[in-house]
């Protein structure tokens, strides 16, 4: 009886979340989009459109109820992040020639460079233009990490052949890359409450955390995941030489072994078994769930509230496939 009524809470909890998102993504489709010229909102489109998880405004919506913020607030605040989280794929789909997103052509693929370089700068000025009105102090928390996001992109392309890069420069840089905007999230729920900046900060550390979880997480599901429902090929990000905490972690683990591996295998599958036999992938499903403990940890130490949906949200997180 226990077991099925977890089960029951859990799809409840999905169903509000699955609500959330469906409702978001109305929101998008309404925003004031011009048609002329096409050459730069037809791509905008495209790119609103698309199929993503909107894990990143779904969390503005659950800490914002958790404290009791406007909906209509919520709804401008998690458009914006939704738009610069679309800025950052489209700019990084050129940094890194990917050719596919949510199994659609990227923009550049589909368009060309230019268009897609022009379309992601509009799509941040739009993000922008979503917060008028808002607090100074969302306003600066904004901006301060769209330029984290920038630098942990830098740092990124920076660590591309490097196989000097330790685990610490790894989760430093996902940190700003990744767990910075849903930091982001979680902290604008609270601050559009009024919530002071010192007591909203336990929430933007609760998302931090619940960041690099989702980071690493992804690096797993970048070999182990399903290649459909990820919606890219499997083992891209290694192909490009890319430091991942998989890769990393096999490099600590013995850097002889890894690097005659790497000499003499490419197959996926070739990945999977040797992160299977080496441990590598049980020492990274340790590390994802150090952090969502880390993660729920912060949320205990945030002002009082109804953060039941918050704990169901990491532990969403923490299942999740794609």
Known sequence: MAILKIRLIISSFEKHVSFLKSDIEKSLNKLPIDNKPKYLYDPIRYI????????????VHLV????????????????????LHNFTLVHDDIMDNDSFRHGKPTVHKKWDE?????????????SQLLLTGFPEIIHQRFNEVSLNICEGQGMDKEFENDTS???????IMIGKKTGALLGLCAQL?????????????????????????????DDLLEIFGDESSMGKSLGSDISKNKQTALTILARDDNAKRWASFTDNYSKISDYQTYFDKNGIRYKLEESIEHYI?????????????????LQKFTTLILKRKF
Do not use: C, W
Request: net charge positive; charged share 20%.
């Open 48 to 59: 609103i459109n698309g199929k993503g998880k909107r894990l990143r405004p779904i969390l």
């Open 64 to 83: 914002g109820h958790s404290y009791s913020a406007d909906p209509e607030d919520m709804m401008k605040a998690s458009m914006a992040v939704e738009l």
């Open 114 to 126: 230019p268009t897609a370089i022009l379309s992601g700068d509009a799509l941040f000025v739009l």
């Open 165 to 171: 890069i330790s685990m610490g420069q790894y989760l």
């Open 189 to 217: 729920g609270a601050l559009l409450s009024g919530l002071k900046k010192e007591d909203a900060h336990f929430l933007f550390e609760y998302g931090l955390n619940l960041g690099l979880a989702f980071q690493i997480q």
């Open 293 to 309: 403990n880390k993660a729920n940890s912060a949320l205990n130490s945030a002002p009082k509230s109804n953060k039941d949906h």
